[in-house]
């Protein structure tokens, strides 16, 4: 079926580091991918999207890459500080209709000061 | 622009009865998403409505769940008779009436059934 995955569920960088998170997705009819940051007790926040004609997009401090040929997401946050400790989840959807978003299980990121 | 909004924040409940859980969408938006969320795992889809239409419930328990957005007002999730295997974390989110827009979501009702 349908799914977009992790392949790590926790990931733990020291301040001033990269961070760098990743995703699978399985349906090739996904053509939009976003990237939510979830803190304890607060909803999804959305950080960065990429639609499928694109491998890279750049945002403050962030960066998505998309290889399609592989079916992988990434996420790189430049010098990550503690406030950027979070649950990180990727998901997907198709731009062209009013499509659920489908979320991988997260990835929690702990920043070590 | 105020975000998404949803009330209440947290919500407790014996089971057998019911929970209400409201949604506002942001000033603009017309499409409405309701997720849960179970501890330690990602969001999950379970309805999308349009002002008075249901358009996708296809992640809706087939009982005691129930939703609507009507013409004035939030949106609301019913879960009559709840049991405890609904204590999760439900989210709203919203997007803007026209394709491929990001959804948002609100910060999201926690409910407990004791």
């Known amino acids: 079926g349908e799914s977009v995955g992790l392949h790590l569920p926790t990931l733990s960088v020291q301040e001033g580091d990269n961070s760098i998170i990743n995703c699978a997705y399985s349906n090739s009819a996904s053509d939009y991918f976003i990237w939510y940051k979830q803190e304890s007790g607060k909803g999804p926040q959305f950080i960065i999207d990429i639609r499928s004609n694109m491998d890279k997009r750049q945002g403050q401090r962030v960066t998505v890459l998309l290889n399609k040929t592989v079916k992988h997401l990434s996420l790189q946050i430049a010098a990550t500080q503690p406030g950027d400790s979070a649950v990180y989840f990727c998901a997907e959807k198709r731009e062209t209709s009013y499509d659920k978003v489908i979320f991988g299980p997260g990835t929690s990121l702990s920043v070590i000061p | 622009n105020a975000g998404v909004m949803q009330n209440p924040r947290h919500l407790v409940r014996r089971r057998g009865q019911e929970a209400r859980l409201r949604c506002s969408p942001m000033?603009?938006?017309?499409?409405v998403y309701w997720y849960r969320q179970l501890p330690e795992e990602g969001l999950k889809f379970m309805v999308y409505?349009?002002?008075?239409?249901?358009?996708?419930e296809s992640g809706m328990p087939k009982e005691r769940f129930s939703a609507e957005f009507p013409k004035e007002g939030p949106s609301i999730l019913r879960i009559q008779q709840v049991v405890r295997g609904d204590s999760a974390a439900y989210f709203c989110?919203?997007?803007?009436?026209?394709?491929?827009?990001?959804?948002?979501f609100g910060p999201g009702t926690r409910l407990l059934v004791l």
């Open positions: 409505l349009q002002k008075e239409n249901i358009i996708d």
């Open positions: 000033k603009g938006h017309s499409h």
């Open positions: 989110a919203s997007s803007p009436p026209w394709e491929g827009e990001t959804q948002y």
